[in-house]
């Protein structure tokens, strides 16, 4: 962390400050120009916080230097996370699955039909929500525990992992069969349940949301792994920016800055990261040309019909060729 | 809403997708053109699934023309809400009310302290965090329960309602004394949370998204009131753009926007909505000039020590000299 | 266009918009509900100037439902244009092109020692800068004339076309022997540059702004055709957002909705739109795959002592390696 | 400047660069810790290229500690710039002033018309645009020299100075008798242009690009003071951002931000910032109430007939009632 005074500060308060920085343990380095001092903090400064050493009156400016970070950084931990969901079922380190599946869990046919033509197309995790976040309390909020009961009657026929959204730690016990529980773009800073999701041993699919910055992301796994729970999944899903043509603007650079900066794998969601079926193709593609250990897509027997987010989901018979697409690009994609 | 059709579609196509309308209840009119068809809906069309109709081969897009929301649209309730917080202490409606009081509670003391030099000031509600979101697991989150009851002993001693936090449902019986719960910014969508609220009878203050538009806060303030509870303040806090030279870019055009819209009381936070101390009195009036219904400010004994947000707390002083500065303002102020 | 009017308009008034649009050569269709009445324009709406109608009195919202650009517009130029750069140099309609070389030019070696090395590992056309946008009037500003000369030099030598950044009409007549005339992301909307360049007969590489949307982009190009210069090539290099975590955001997705919207080349600035060596190779390959037309990327011989954007660019080696990446992803890249 | 090392550099490649920076007659210090090592500088590093350290091996990030800017930057220039723009019409350090007028100059009786009524109101300034930014190439472009000829009849019937906007270079010596030349948001980046108007000394309005930072903006400055030229009047004009209720996002704290930076004077246009002629007042009250040194507004005898941004223009009457609430406010508005 590094200081910078104010011009002319009085010796006695640049003496108050460094012994207030002393008591916390910090190697303090004055360097004094003719025109401005700054101050070096070499040590652990993560506890700090900048915005009390902002407030004083000698101090100008305040830079971190060290990420705020431990766990998820990947200068601590240099190889891969490899995320163990299902026998057979591993994501990261080489690794790559795609998870497919309905937006919302609608009724037992549609899930089946669904998860059975994903499977074929060569998805290997089955996803679908049971509980969905809509902006309108008019909108269709999910099927709700009947959605999750839904799921793992798909999963036993099927032999696929299943994923899913929660949404409120209250509902944590009925994500007992579910493989990956995913937290949602909305709630990547809801504190409080990512500390309980932390006390689990479930993979956690964290999504970045809408406007949280990459370092923001790595702090909400930082949550997770702080309370105990390695097994994350970090997910880009588009983000808010000033553009309209597209719902969200797919950040695809985010995949190799995440994969230098953490050890966790990355996948992207690029149903919800354009909001347009007819680009889900080309965004997957590009997405894992730049090295994403995985896919989330969209797929829906009748997408015209779909409860929620109908415009962005694929028939089977896109999601094949997009499959067979991945599978044509996939040697030869971005390598750290 | 306004459907506008490929070119050339199938007059089959047409009238297939003309019923499913018809089935839904709305007044379906069929404008033909030379090069483009449109089809205009008049009717309730706030439970018709925009996306779901944007998939259909013959549509090239869907506008909607009405606003999403009903319980907080002004157009059907013309008059101000004006929120009853306690005895003589109401906002909205030509009420104007100040929320002042320490970013995080520390200690009995501090919160004493702070409350009596801000009641002396001319603030007329306490705040204080007892339950923190923190960006990182590192930072200090708050005293929890132990800090509700700080606030409670205060609004006691004081006489002054108290607004915090609140950031998960299953603390929501610890807020029985809270005279006004507030949902942060990270929470605006946090669903399961505004529709508990809306079961209450608690004044909600109900903060904008750091990256949400005015209408999905609207949207989240539908939520409560369409679960019953009316008695909702919005706040405008500051949006996530570019900028760096603050931490958020107050949106002070939100409250002429918002009370236009709507009939709730609106607030500016001016503290957040910065992030330094420096800037919080010329946008307090700044939005007080523009028509706010109130405002929040953080202050504190000590902001060189704070546990958080030092920043862009005020001293008690620097409080004192905002609140003149707002008195001589506001019988000038902005109205509708 | 849609016209939606206020509640309960008087019909004189609605007689008055609806005379005042029928002088436009417009066909007006009247929508009338219970609620709301809305009016449809079918015909050619682009020269209507939709802020004078949303002040009128009797309506509250105006929506165009046309695209307002038609020489760029697909719809009506359904095949791909292929613009024509040099003998055996063309870009668009399934040809392919990287262009390479230093951010900006600075000696007669580098430029000659960069463009030898590009060759050799594919690049078919010689970027430079000889005017360069600075932020700092302090920055080094392009070596000018001088640097087109040194430009044109290398051209000779290697048989390379070239292209290179006009940042005034004053000095068009200066690019006779520059095949591309570059526009840069700042000068995107600089309109009475664009309108001489819609003279000449010289391909034009239009860069989008760093806030522009794909619309403005394409209206930007449409000034261009308006003016008879067809021969426009689109490039993406990174929009602003909040995230800083790259300098830009680059917006991949812009690729394949550019191709649907327009019958324009899009090709992509992964070193622009990232402005990180580390990060040009993943995202040159995802622009790849996902239907880029062609790629710009930074090349120095001495990047640690470039004298601009020295952080972005590649060192010869490593753009060898890069056209290796791509000349193994190019055959399974997406295609509309 | 503080360069941050990556873990473990080689004493070798330390030396390298010190002695490499020492050549640009910097102070070095070096400040070695356990874990991490930093480089302090002390000395003027405007003229050191960020970039280029940064993509040296041993080197991690770099910090910039001081602004770059020098004319502009208060720390050097503690008092207030005025403005002499006319004989009485003076702008900053505590002199306010008003320019108002049609977006652009449409007819001679028009500009008379409105000029008469803005100056009855209380405007000082008269503000007309003769050459037009328009993103669509079929939209009015303005009427030009006559456009300019227009304002200077209006500026000697009734004496009130005139401000208009220059597109290009070319167009300057048509400005002589033009009192201030308005640089627009779009131009804010066009260097060429503002090289050129560092050589004049005609008052310079420059306005903040959508997404320029602040930061920019006073860089842009610095280029016309570096020039020669300090007569620069800062004019906040509205962010882009994702919010759509509002054309841009009105960032007033920019007012009390550029005060602390620059000695400039700041206004403030409410019309282009909010593109919402009922939003006007109230955003013009908040600007006056932050501090701000003036305005500009949009004023039309017939906003709907306008030929250009007519949704944002005030009636007479209109502004007539601004102008009041303005001078009532001013009085307590917020200074440093």
């Not at 002319?8 to 001092?37: C, F, M, R, Y």
């Not at 839904?150 to 099927?158: F, M, Q, R, S």
């Not at 504190?191 to 910055?213: M, Q, V």
């Not at 105990?228 to 950040?251: H, M, P, S, V």
């Given at each position: ?51 009390s ?31 163990d ?35 074929v ?85 964290l999504k ?29 899903r ?11 603007t ?70 094949g ?16």
């Amino acid at each position: 962390m590094v200081i910078i005074l104010r011009d002319n500060p009085a010796q006695k308060q640049i003496d108050s400050l460094v012994s207030w920085l002393k008591e916390k343990n910090l190697d303090v380095h004055i360097v004094k120009g003719a025109e401005q001092t700054i101050i070096g903090l070499i040590g652990d400064t993560s506890k700090i916080d900048i915005d009390s050493i902002k407030t004083m009156d000698i101090v100008e400016d305040v830079k971190r230097i060290q990420e705020p970070y431990k766990n998820v950084n990947r200068k601590f931990h240099p190889d891969d996370t490899v995320v163990d969901i299902a026998p057979g079922v591993k994501i990261g380190g080489g690794n790559f699955q795609v998870m497919a599946g309905p937006c919302s869990v609608e009724d037992r046919n549609q899930v089946l039909e669904v998860a059975e033509a994903v499977k074929v197309a060569g998805a290997s995790i089955l996803r679908g929500g049971a509980f969905k976040p809509r902006t309108s309390p008019y909108a269709f909020q999910g099927l709700g525990p009947k959605g999750l009961e839904i799921l793992e009657d798909a999963k036993n026929k099927l032999g696929m992992p299943i994923v899913s959204e929660i949404m409120d730690i209250s509902k944590l016990p009925l994500f007992d069969n579910v493989d990956i529980i995913q937290v949602g773009a909305r709630n990547m800073q809801n504190f409080e349940l990512l500390k309980e999701l932390g006390k689990t041993k479930k993979p956690i699919l964290l999504k970045r949301g809408l406007s949280s910055t990459i370092q923001e992301l790595l702090m909400s796994a930082e949550y997770i792994m702080a309370g105990g729970n390695g097994q994350i999944i970090l997910c880009e899903r588009g983000i808010r920016t000033f553009e309209t043509a597209t719902r969200n603007t797919l950040d695809i650079s985010a995949v190799p800055v995440l994969k230098e900066l953490t050890h966790l794998p990355v996948i992207v969601d690029p149903s919800h990261g354009t909001g347009n079926a007819r680009l889900v193709k080309p965004m997957a593609m590009a997405s894992v040309a730049a090295g994403a250990d995985g896919l989330m897509i969209e797929v829906h027997n009748d997408p015209v019909h779909a409860l929620c987010d109908g415009a962005q989901a694929l028939t089977p018979e896109a999601f094949g060729s997009l499959m067979e697409s991945i599978a044509r690009i996939r040697p030869f994609a971005y390598k750290r």
